[in-house]
């Protein structure tokens, strides 16, 4: 969940390029070729080189790129080829992950200048889409013009809000970014480690970034609440270690390549201890001080994003990009409203087949508190994940006639941050093949990870879930803004749905573990009444969690966590439920109209074979497969 959070805002600024995108993909080689420049305006095709010393020069030239309507070879094709280099540009360690080498050296602009200068290339993007004549467009380009215009669109509109001023949440900043690192990068080569040595001494630009966008979000009233950032200081001060040797920039040092040599070792590990004692842990405490000092006496006491000047309609916007529809905050409200009170009647019965002695609430505690439903040790829990992991890896092809090339693991979630953040999440694999997907899971607190929910949480973030959809995406002949990108509601959607495909091939068979499938539905459910209740109805932190206390088993410290990342991120969890409940409408409609001729395969690669896509546009392709089911079925 946390790290596909984060595919949109790497390739967009409507949420501030503090984090490295997982989420919201072809597989390039390794020698993958450097970055080639389309040709625009009579000039032949450049290729960019890391001895580019100054980005500035870098994005001089792609602006030559930018004023395209004046030149009468502009095409669609031309402009999704100089958007993309520019999107590698503005995002240089995003580039590098794909196999990119131009920006090695450099660390992604934080800096509300870099945003501001961001969205005025997208205007010229955007008036470029808009000289074409989109009319005369064969039917997929057609699909690739309007959802760029999209993405522009919305991050255009983004722009007029204080959500830019937002440059931190209670699960992210200056020091997860840079601590983040490590996972983020490919370190097989002395120039891979020579490249990670130029970024931790870039730290402290990049900090002073973020520090200046908050400063004016202070000055702006737009800062965070003070309720869902408790605590958060504790998480960028674990970083600020006396020995640049216990620091987590320094793990890619634990083992030297085979490729690299003794002498070439010994020089990269001085240079990073160098890097990290006197550039990137004084980066990072200066931004401890910062937020201690300057932003934490700032923060603000209502919770909602409708106390900020111009917040409801930042609100309505964000529900809008994240839900792929026109729905209202009260429609959304409702729906959510509806949802609890359907899957509550299958907790009820649930709870009546486990033969349970007690009510509801009594089922609740039991669960919570009962220590046959909890670990011991982090490995017991590790070890219980991998085993649902492999089981449900070999009912992938009951379900799917496509299946993804490229693996996945399970690794803890790191400690510096597991007690603030969710019961697990998904890192995407590297775009040139060079790192697996990653299966994140929370160790922190055996006591609040129960085991009934292992079932459903696997099939969300690994497979058929986020590790599935993302990888298979990585495979698509599709422009790489697609492949790279995507829509949240899709994304998450499917994700959600794919905790109901265990129902298909025999998993939740104990009435515990299909509680906790029906429990996780209803978090989910709960976000949709929850996160409207605090934005557009005035919900306290309290009321929100009380209600989801009410209606779910996650225990109070998961609640908690959760509500604190609504506040935190506005409309982001309304995603959720919206895609899952379209994913399960067109499958329904998809089984009415074809009958017993209905194949669940073909209708899952029918439904991922376009990537990551709004719903509308998600519909429309469903509704084609339908009709060329009756058509091959005559």
Known sequence: MKKLEQVASRLSRSLPPLIPAKAGIHVAKRSAPRLRIPACAGMSGRRLSSSWPQRPLVLAFIAACLAGPAFAQDSLDTIIKDHWSWSLAQNPTFATSLGVRDYDDRLDDASLGAYDAAVEDQKRFLARLEALDAGALAPGDRVNYDLLKLDLENEIAAARFGGKFLAISNRRGPHTFLTGLPDDLPFF??????????????????????????????????????????????????????DARESALYSPFDARPAAISAKDWARLKSGAEKAIAEQAVPAIARFAEFYEKAYKPQCREAIGASALEGGRAWYDHRAMVFTTTPLTADEIHTIGLKEVARIRKEMDATVKSAKFEGGFKAFQDFLRTDPQFYAKTPQELMEKNSYVAKKIDGE????????????????????????????????????????????????????????????????????????????????????????????????????????????????????????????????????????????????????????????????EHNIAAEVDRYISNPGQALAYKIGELKFKELRARATKALGPKFDIRRFHDAALENGAVPLSVLEKRIDSFIAAEKARQR
Not at 409 to 423: M, Q, V
Not at 480 to 506: C, H, M, N, P, Q
Not at 533 to 548: E, L, Q, V
Request: aromatic share 12%; proline share 5%; glycine share 10%.
């Open 189 to 242: 080569t002395v120039a891979d480690y020579e490249s990670y040595v130029k970024r931790l001494n870039a730290a402290p630009a990049y900090v002073e970034g973020v520090i200046g966008r908050l400063e004016k979000g202070i000055e702006a009233g737009w800062v965070q609440p003070c309720a869902s950032m408790a605590g958060y200081e504790k998480s960028i001060r674990f970083h600020l270690v006396a």
């Open 396 to 555: 992938l092809p009951k379900l799917f006639g496509r299946l993804p090339r490229m693996p996945y693991t399970l690794k803890e979630i790191p400690a510096d941050i597991a007690e603030g953040t969710t019961t697990a999440y998904y890192e995407r694999p590297a775009g040139d093949g060079t790192r697996a997907g990653v299966y994140r899971v929370n160790t922190s607190k055996l006591d609040t990870r129960p085991l009934y929910e292992v079932e459903a949480l696997t099939l969300h973030e690994a497979v058929p879930g986020h590790h599935f959809q993302v990888a298979l995406s990585q495979e698509l002949e599709l422009p790489e803004f697609r492949k790279f990108g995507g829509f949240t509601a899709f994304i998450e959607g499917w994700g959600l749905y794919a905790e109901s495909l265990g129902l298909d091939v025999g998993f939740y068979r104990d009435p515990y573990s299909n509680f906790g499938r029906l429990s996780y539905e209803m978090w989910r459910a709960c976000r949709l009444v929850v996160d409207t209740g605090i934005h557009a109805k005035g919900w306290t932190r309290d009321s929100a969690i009380a209600f989801m206390k009410e209606n779910t088993a996650l225990s």
